[in-house]
């Protein structure tokens, strides 16, 4: 992978983990925790929507949308499991 590409999913996992982080009402992670939920909810997002048919389009924004969405369900479940 070079530097570009790495730059870019840092960026995107930046701006949908604090997306998710706004959406589901907390404070988020700090900034290197809602990267790694971006970037996770991207990972997310790229294996669960391929397998339910949709697709958001090309370009970065269909990309940080997509990632915002899992890191969205990310964020649920994580709540979920630390109630209990």
């Known amino acids: 992978m070079d530097p570009q590409a790495l730059i870019v999913w840092l960026i995107i996992g930046a701006i949908a983990g604090w997306l998710?982080?706004?959406i589901m009402s907390?404070?988020?992670f700090g900034l290197v925790g809602d990267i790694i939920v971006g970037i996770i909810g991207?990972?997310?997002a790229g294996?669960?929507?391929?397998?339910?048919g949709?697709?958001?389009?090309?370009g970065i924004?269909?990309?940080v949308i997509a990632?915002?969405?899992g890191a969205i369900i990310l964020l649920f479940i994580a709540r979920l499991v630390r109630r209990a």
């Open 26 to 28: 907390g404070g988020g």
């Open 20 to 22: 998710a982080g706004l």
């Open 67 to 69: 990632a915002a969405i």
């Open 42 to 44: 991207a990972f997310i």
């Open 61 to 63: 924004v269909g990309e």
């Open 54 to 58: 949709l697709r958001l389009g090309g």
């Open 47 to 52: 294996w669960l929507f391929p397998f339910l």
